[in-house]
C-alpha cells in the first residue's frame, strides 16, 4: 500500500458519507505521515461519527474496504485497544486533510508513541525509532505522556511490563534519538517519578 491509497480509501468514503465524521489515524500507517517507512498493508484508525450514525458510517467505511481491497482496523476508542492507553487521544492531533464530511487527523506523537510502547514487537520499535528521529520531541514531555498513559490505565500484568518497555527502550536508543548528550537514567527517574507508585516501586 502507498500513501495515496489512504487518500483514495477516504475519498471513496466520503462519496457516502453524509455526516461529519473524524478519523485518527494510528499505528504502522500514522508512522508513514510522521516519519516512517516501514511497510504496512492496512489503516488503523479511531472513527468519531455523529449520536446514532456510527452503524451507518461503518457500513460504508467496510464496503469500501472490500471494494478497493484495502483491511481497515478502527474503534470509537483507540485509546483502550491496549492495556495502557490514553483516553483523549483527540487533544494534540492535528489536520491532514478534508474529504468532504470526512476530516482526517494524525495523532500528536507522543500520544501515537504510546500504542506502539504498549506492544513494543520488533516492527513497533522500528517505527519509534524512525519517526522520533524524525520529530525529535522533548525526552521530558515524552516520558510524562507514558507515565501518564500508565496512570490512567487500569492495573494489570502489562503495568509492570510498560515500564520496563520505557526503561529498556530510553536506554538502548535514547541516545540514537536525542544524541549523545542524552542521559537515560536522568529521563528514566522522570518517567519513575511521575509514574504510579505501586507500579514502579
Known amino acids: ?30 508512522s508513514w505521515f510522521l516519519g516512517g517507512d516501514r511497510p504496512t498493508e492496512d489503516i488503523d484508525f479511531g472513527l ?30 483507540i485509546g483502550r485497544w491496549g492495556m495502557i492507553g490514553i483516553l483523549d487521544y483527540e487533544k494534540g492531533a492535528r ?9 482526517v487527523y494524525l495523532l500528536d506523537v507522543g500520544v501515537w508513541s504510546v500504542g ?29 505522556i507514558w507515565a501518564r498513559a500508565l496512570r490512567e490505565s487500569p492495573r494489570s500484568s502489562s503495568s509492570v511490563l510498560f515500564v520496563k518497555t520505557v526503561e529498556d527502550f530510553l536506554k538502548n536508543y535514547g541516545q540514537e534519538i536525542w544524541g549523545s548528550r542524552f542521559n537515560s537514567e536522568e529521563t ?5 517519578q511521575t ?7
Open 1 to 30: 500500500m502507498r500513501k495515496g491509497d489512504i487518500d483514495r480509501f477516504f475519498r471513496e468514503a466520503a462519496k457516502e458519507i453524509r455526516t461529519p465524521v473524524r478519523i485518527y489515524l494510528t499505528g504502522g500507517i500514522a
Open 48 to 77: 468519531r461519527a455523529s449520536e446514532g450514525k456510527w452503524m451507518e458510517v461503518e457500513g460504508v467505511i467496510q464496503g469500501v474496504s472490500r471494494k478497493l481491497g484495502i483491511p481497515v482496523q478502527f474503534s470509537e476508542d
Open 95 to 103: 489536520l491532514y486533510k478534508r474529504f468532504g464530511k470526512v476530516s
Open 116 to 144: 506502539k510502547m504498549n506492544r513494543y514487537y520488533q516492527s513497533d520499535v522500528d517505527d519509534l525509532r524512525a519517526v522520533l528521529k524524525k520529530q525529535r520531541p522533548d525526552s521530558g514531555k515524552l516520558v510524562t
Open 188 to 192: 528514566t527517574r522522570k518517567f519513575r
Open 195 to 201: 509514574s504510579p507508585r505501586q507500579v514502579v516501586g
